[in-house]
């Protein structure tokens, strides 16, 4: 069973920066590929995506412009940068993980396609 880990959550004030690190422990079970976040009272939620080579992203319209992600294969780690950061963005932010096959070009924006996931880290943004 796949080991993923998301570190980076916090408290920033509106207009600041976050970045999140996603690792996963066993490459052979599953490979960071796109992050949720899920607010209170809120189902989860598609944030971004990124395909195997690094070289396609897709990202939910709300952060489209101010978040990045973006993967290193030697270390099986995703991030996301997150900038200008809006009170909005508050959530638990989830890292999603596929087991091979991985798809060619950027994996989808459903939560059902990925089975393994991170415990999440907190992301507070105040006014």
């Known amino acids: 069973q796949a080991q993923v880990e998301e570190a980076g959550g916090g408290l920033v004030q509106a207009g600041g920066s976050l970045s999140l690190t996603c690792s996963s422990s066993?490459?052979?079970?599953?490979?960071?590929m796109a992050w949720f976040r899920q607010a209170p009272g809120k189902e989860r939620e598609f944030v971004a995506a990124?395909?195997?080579?690094?070289?396609?992203?897709n990202y939910a319209d709300a952060v489209k412009g101010r978040f990045t992600i973006a993967r290193d294969n030697a270390k099986n780690t995703m991030y996301l940068q997150m900038n200008s950061l809006k009170p909005e963005d508050t959530a638990v932010y989830y890292c999603?993980?596929?087991?091979?096959?991985?798809?060619?070009?950027?994996?989808?924006?459903?939560?059902?396609?990925?089975?393994?996931w991170g415990q999440g880290t907190q992301v507070t943004v105040s006014s």
């Open positions: 999603a993980s596929q087991k091979p096959p991985l798809p060619i070009g950027v994996p989808g924006n459903s939560v059902y396609g990925y089975p393994y």
């Open positions: 066993d490459t052979g079970g599953g490979y960071p």
């Open positions: 990124v395909s195997w080579s690094g070289g396609s992203t």
